[in-house]
T-cell receptor, first 119, second 111 residues
């Protein structure tokens, strides 16, 4: 069975601090995709990153970086020099590559981490 | 670029009423997904359609049904609404082995 665990329910930091959001996943599939989404108070789900299981290369996008380690089944997300606008709920999610009919599998979300960045 | 369009954005219904949510996927995307997100919860998968055929089913109540039409738009029908159905309902679409694009969601309030 697939499962995504985000152990940190809430994190509070002061602006300009670095913060890492943890994500641990479980899957029996050898091919799968991992995602991070941001959900601000307005409610929409904002796509941040997609990573396939064969690509363990870490990625950096501006103040955001992701560390994917298959050996520990983790896909952690770091925000450098956090800003108040980073305040949101962040979801880590997992999908299998295929399901019945050839379509892409549905997303399994973690419980989310609520990040509060204070000025 | 075209995004996933959901309507309505907000909906208020009374208990035992019926609601219909609509989703217009990105053109040429072959799969549509519906998710339900209760207050303070993570999104839960309800149902998906691949090329207009139901492809997977999650924790969708029997009171709910969904379909995808010939123009690829999808509708989620909810009957005998309960207070617990109050949630944010997301539709997402994807192209085979691509990423998921979510709509802005429909916020359903049952009173």
């Amino acid at each position: 069975a697939q499962k995504v665990t985000q152990a940190q329910t809430e994190i509070s930091v002061v602006e300009k601090e670095d913060v890492t959001l943890d994500c641990v996943y479980e899957t029996r599939d050898t091919t799968y995709y991992l995602f991070w989404y941001k959900q601000p108070p307005s409610g929409e789900l904002v796509f941040l990153i997609r990573r396939n299981s064969f690509d363990e290369q870490n990625e950096i996008s501006g103040r955001y970086s992701w560390n994917f380690q298959k050996s520990t089944s983790s896909f952690n997300f770091t925000i450098t020099a956090s800003q108040v606008v980073d305040s949101a709920v962040y979801f880590c999610a997992l999908s299998e590559a295929f399901n019945y009919g050839g379509s892409q599998g549905n997303l399994i979300f973690g419980k989310g981490t609520k990040l509060s960045v204070k000025p | 670029a075209a995004g996933v369009i959901q309507s309505p954005r907000h909906l208020i219904k009374e208990k035992r009423e019926t609601a219909t949510l609509k989703c217009y996927p990105i053109p040429r995307h072959d799969t549509v997904y519906w998710y339900q997100q209760g207050p303070g919860q993570d999104p839960q998968f309800l149902i998906s359609f691949y090329e207009k055929m139901q492809s997977d089913k999650g924790s969708i109540p029997d009171r709910f049904s969904a379909q995808q039409f010939s123009d690829y738009h999808s509708e989620l029908n909810m009957s005998s609404l309960e207070l617990g159905d109050s949630a944010l309902y997301f539709c997402a679409s994807s192209l085979e082995q691509g990423g998921y694009t979510f709509g802005s969601g429909t916020r359903l309030t049952v009173v």
